[in-house]
């Protein structure tokens, strides 16, 4: 069922409670790929009913991003979620998820702030006020949807940090359950912008998953100081990558590792051209 409006939402939900089933949410900006569709199959397999919701979220873009040409494919979203057994997709519009003449600024709009801790670090750093927009419309979509679970991929680790310690913080009643990363055969994570790379820029993309995954390596041969850890980096970087950040981090967290144990996390975010990637590993296989 492909509905557009909160009340319909609510209205199936509703009669769902009343049968006592559970509910999962599966949270998607659209563009669905094989990682979305992961979360999705373990969302069907762990719950009664499950909702993806399909929207492009303005208020997490920030000035000069790619909002305006974030890909949109509704129908073949929802032809990937009917065949995957989801009972709802909700795809609503800016207007039915802000308001009549809304206006997309904290001077008008209720926004759900998280920790300057966990916000002024990687993406958060270049992405100012983006984890502001991504906490508000999921804290509306738990409000909406009331789901027993969600789920959310590891890739956005950061991301899903953030809505762990919102979810705790603001006592919602929702089981957030993180999902591994899946990647193409040759390493590289799915993401929805890998569709803006060219195939020579999807070659230079590789380049994330390979420091990831020799890190890891050295790490598991005994290599423990961070900065040197880091270094092996450089061997897989050329002109062709514009490389952001590249950090060492405890995984539930954030806190900054100089010696690297099992929890930690490696973020990397690279600029591929107009290109955006981020990608990340966590050390140990646990």
């Given at each position: 069922?492909?509905?557009h ?15 006592g089933?559970?509910?999962g ?10 990682g ?9 397999e762990?719950c009664?009913r ?12 920030c000035?000069?991003e ?13 032809k990937l979620?009917?065949?995957?057994g989801v009972?709802v ?9 802000y308001g009549?003449?809304?206006?997309l ?14 916000v ?7 992405r100012v ?15 909406i ?11 956005d ?16 009643p ?17 993401s929805?912008?890998?569709k803006?790379?060219s ?20 790490y ?8 040197a ?19 060492f ?17 490696v ?20």
């Amino acid at each position: 069922m492909l509905v557009h409006t909160i009340e319909e939402v609510r209205e199936q939900i509703k009669k769902w409670k009343k049968e006592g089933l559970t509910v999962g949410l599966v949270p998607t900006m659209g563009a669905l790929h094989a990682g979305h569709k992961s979360l999705i199959v373990k969302s069907v397999e762990k719950c009664d009913r499950t909702v993806v919701s399909v929207f492009v979220n303005p208020i997490q873009f920030c000035p000069g991003e790619d909002l305006d040409k974030y890909p949109r494919t509704l129908e073949e979203d929802y032809k990937l979620c009917e065949a995957a057994g989801v009972d709802v997709v909700f795809a609503p519009s800016p207007k039915e998820m802000y308001g009549e003449g809304h206006i997309l600024s904290n001077d008008f709009l209720t926004y759900v702030i998280p920790p300057y801790f966990y916000v002024n670090k990687l993406c958060g750093k270049s992405r100012v006020g983006h984890f502001d927009g991504v906490c508000t419309v999921v804290n509306k979509l738990f409000n909406i949807v009331q789901p027993d679970y969600a789920f959310f991929g590891q890739k956005d680790a950061q991301q899903l940090v953030i809505i762990r310690k919102m979810v705790k913080d603001l006592n919602i009643p929702v089981e957030v359950v993180p999902c591994p990363i899946v990647r193409e055969e040759s390493g590289l994570a799915l993401s929805s912008r890998n569709k803006y790379l060219s195939g020579e820029e999807k070659e230079y993309a590789l380049a994330l998953s390979k420091i990831l995954f020799n890190i890891k390596s050295c790490y598991s041969r005994g290599i423990v100081d961070t900065g040197a850890l880091a270094e092996t980096a450089y061997a897989y970087l050329n002109e062709h990558h514009s490389l952001e950040y590249l950090e060492f981090l405890d995984a539930d967290t954030l806190e900054e590792k100089q010696t690297a144990d099992d929890n930690t996390r490696v973020f990397i975010a690279v600029k591929i051209g107009t290109v955006r990637l981020i990608d990340n590993i966590l050390l140990s296989d646990k």
